[in-house]
């Protein structure tokens, strides 16, 4: 079965999967690695947690806050992009109208 799979990839999709899987290898080590307990304070809080969880979470809230305001960015494209089409359709029609 992975024989038919590994067969189906050209070139680049299989470098990019073993480029994938040693990466994950690698991911696995540093986890396991760095699962020491570290101390988290928060204002009045302090919490023991893996510092390879707190990486993992620090990620995570950084990737959501980006995708968050990338989204903030792609709608305010997306009207300017409706303006321009409505823009573009009154223009077509008042030089059909002149024609």
Known sequence: MFREFWNSLN???????????????????FAFQNWVLGELRLVFIRVNIPVTLLIAITFFIGYSLALISNFKKVDEKEKEIRKLKVKIEDLQKSSTKNS
């Open 11 to 29: 070139f680049w999709k299989r470098v990019k999967l073993v480029f994938i899987m040693i990466l994950s290898v690698l991911v696995l080590i």
